[in-house]
């Protein structure tokens, strides 16, 4: 499948990336190649083929969600009543994360 300049471009903005010329080359000539690759494996016939969405044969097995830890709450309470700042049922720390 042939790429144009234009679709580098196109790409590039919808990615909201900020691309050199050389870079734009290279993307072009890069991407170019993915899609012929791509474009290949399309013409294989897969037609005796199963699909497949694992090959490991693996499965996932999940647990049931559970609580673990029976809370005593005056333990609580004493824990939170030790705290050098809090509010309501809450420990209050200093923020960790920035507003900006």
Do not use: W
Request: glycine share 4%; proline share 2%; aromatic share 4%.
């Amino acid at each position: 499948m042939a790429l144009s300049k234009k679709d580098v471009k196109h790409i590039a903005k919808l990615a909201r990336l900020g691309l050199s010329g050389k870079e734009k080359k290279k993307y072009l000539k890069d991407l170019g190649g993915i899609l012929d690759y791509m474009e290949m494996l399309n013409e294989v016939d897969t037609k005796n083929v199963e699909p497949l969405a694992l090959v490991t044969g693996l499965k996932n097995v999940l647990r049931k969600d559970e609580n673990f830890h029976q809370l005593d709450i005056e333990k609580v309470k004493q824990i939170i009543s030790q705290a050098a700042e809090r509010e309501d049922n809450f420990i209050k720390t200093k923020p960790v994360l920035e507003n900006k």
